[in-house]
Nanobody, 113 residues
Framework: QVQFVESGGGLVQPGESLRLSCKTS????????MAWYRQAPGKQREWVAG???????NYAESVKGRFSISRDNAKNTLYLQMNSLKPEDTAVYYC???????WGQGTQVTVSS
């Protein structure tokens, strides 16, 4: 069945970096526009960044200039490079494939001194 496995989260200090990965299975990864979302405690899940199947990218204003989304179609994997992390980036991060109604388990990112 469809499976998304997000990884790479952790506890970091403000200003540090993390690289998230989302390994997908049982989807035609290369035909999907992909995105990262996040959900902080007590808040709605929000869109963070997106990348089209052609490689065009878009970012939420809150992460623009600090985060970079990329994809490796040969590995069916989506990435999110997160630099200059802030406490407000603390959330569970999820990847999503187009309009496919499926979410993985997410990966926890905690930014705290």
């Amino acid at each position: 069945q469809v499976q998304f496995v997000e990884s790479g989260g952790g506890l970091v200090q403000p200003g540090e970096s993390l690289r998230l990965s989302c390994k997908t299975s049982k989807i035609s990864f290369n035909i999907y526009n992909m995105a990262w979302y996040r959900q902080a405690p007590g808040k709605q899940r929000e869109w963070v960044a997106g990348i089209t199947r052609g490689g065009n990218t878009n970012y939420a204003e809150s992460v623009k200039g600090r985060f970079s989304i990329s994809r490796d179609n040969a590995k069916n994997t989506l990435y999110l490079q997160m630099n200059s992390l802030k406490p407000e980036d603390t959330a569970v991060y999820y990847c999503k494939a187009g309009a496919l109604d499926y979410w993985g388990q997410g990966t926890q990112v905690t930014v705290s001194s």
